[in-house]
Structures are given as structure tokens and as C-alpha cells.
């Protein structure tokens, strides 16, 4: 590693302040005074961050830091995290996000085409392949990773009992995992660069399963 590619700091412990602040400040006034502090105190250091990861996981981007409200019934104009994604929508995604609460690191399909999840709802439901599946998802969770439950179906899908043994996964609408961590010395240590990528390669042992298993975004809107 040359001098100009050394390991980022990690970032700003600032940054979870940040945050906690704009809960409570969910105006104009207060984001115009605390712009520069965004700037160079929670974006930057992710920017060096995405610099640190390189091209393994494909190109990066940050998101804005600003809600479309027009069709949403939380008016609140600033989002209350940064988040970090890869830049191809087509395929699984590698996912962070930054907020008060620590760190996010997760991927998988976040809105899965229709076709997408019927196959995995065909896969859930045949013996002879959920087996792969639910291996697959033992091995991230020995990383910590989980599936993620948020807008998951009240009920049984069209088509499956309730009572079906898998049906957990039955319900699911996001195919997507994720691994939650509370602030902690090693995010604003150089550290962290090593702790993302190896969050996101577990990561992509779930998109690679996406991938070997069920139709592309692309083939599914043929």
C-alpha cells in the first residue's frame, strides 16, 4: 500500500452526534448551520472509505442526505442516516448505513422483482431445494447476519397455507440480510475498512446464492 492509498482513520465519532442531532432538529435553519459539519465530519471520511474498498464490490454510491417527501406521509425533509450502496440496480446490492445507532452493513434484493419472488417461493417450497437456501443462510448467520423481516407479509402469501413449515420465509418481500452493530472503537479506526469488506464478502455468499438461483431483474421483466 503506497502513501497515497493509505488505511482511512475510520470515521468521525462525530458523526453518531450528528445524527442523534438532526432527530431532534428536522429543519432548515439547523441544516444549513451543520452543512459543513455533514460535509467534512460524516460524508468525507465515507468517501474514504468507499476509496479503501476499491472495486471489489463494484462502484459505490452515497446516497443524498435528502427525503422525497411528496408521496410520504413522514414530511421530516432530512434522512436520519447516510446510506451507502452499490451503484448497480439491477442485481443484489451491498448496502451501508451510517446513523446513531452505529453501523448497518447488509445486501441481498431489497425490492425483488415479482418474478424473483415467486422462484424463491417455488424454492422455499420444494424439499429438494430449500435445503441449499437455508444453508446458505446458516452461514452468514455464523457471521451474524440475518434475514430481514421489515414489510414482511401478516399472513400466508396467495397460494401457501399458514400452517406451512417454512413460513417464515414464505412471507418474506425483501430478500435481503443484514448485521446491526452499536457504535464501537473499531468504526473510527482504521480498522473498519477491514471489518466492511469483510462484512459485505458474507454479504456475497447471500448475493451469489441470489444469483445461482433466481432470475435476473433483466430476465425478469421479459
Request: aromatic share 10%; proline share 5%; net charge negative.
Amino acid at each position: 500500500m503506497t502513501e497515497t492509498e493509505a488505511q482511512p482513520d475510520g470515521l468521525d465519532p462525530d458523526a453518531f452526534a450528528f445524527y442523534a442531532e438532526l432527530a431532534d432538529h428536522q429543519n432548515k435553519e439547523w441544516w444549513l448551520a451543520n452543512k459543513k459539519r455533514y460535509e467534512s465530519h460524516v460524508k468525507a471520511p465515507v468517501e474514504r472509505l468507499v476509496d479503501a474498498l476499491g472495486g471489489e464490490f463494484g462502484p459505490l454510491k452515497i446516497f443524498r442526505p435528502y427525503k422525497d417527501v411528496r408521496f410520504s406521509a413522514d414530511k421530516r425533509p432530512y434522512k436520519d442516516h447516510l446510506g451507502l450502496a452499490t451503484a448497480d440496480d439491477s442485481a443484489a446490492t451491498y448496502y451501508l448505513q451510517l446513523s446513531q445507532h452505529g453501523l448497518m452493513l447488509a445486501g441481498g434484493l431489497y425490492q425483488p422483482a415479482r418474478e424473483q419472488l415467486a422462484r424463491f417461493r417455488e424454492i422455499v417450497d420444494d424439499n429438494r431445494l430449500v435445503g441449499d437456501l437455508e444453508a446458505t443462510l446458516e452461514e452468514v448467520g455464523e457471521s451474524g447476519f440475518t434475514i430481514m423481516t421489515s414489510d414482511a407479509l401478516a399472513t400466508a402469501p396467495r397460494g401457501f397455507r399458514v400452517d406451512h413449515p417454512k413460513i417464515d420465509l414464505l412471507r418474506l418481500k425483501r430478500l435481503a440480510i443484514a448485521a446491526e452493530h452499536a457504535p464501537a472503537e473499531w468504526m473510527t479506526a482504521p480498522e473498519l475498512v477491514d471489518r466492511v469488506r469483510a462484512g459485505w464478502r458474507t454479504v456475497r455468499v447471500w448475493n451469489d446464492w441470489i444469483a445461482e438461483n433466481l432470475p435476473t431483474a433483466v430476465e425478469a421483466t421479459r
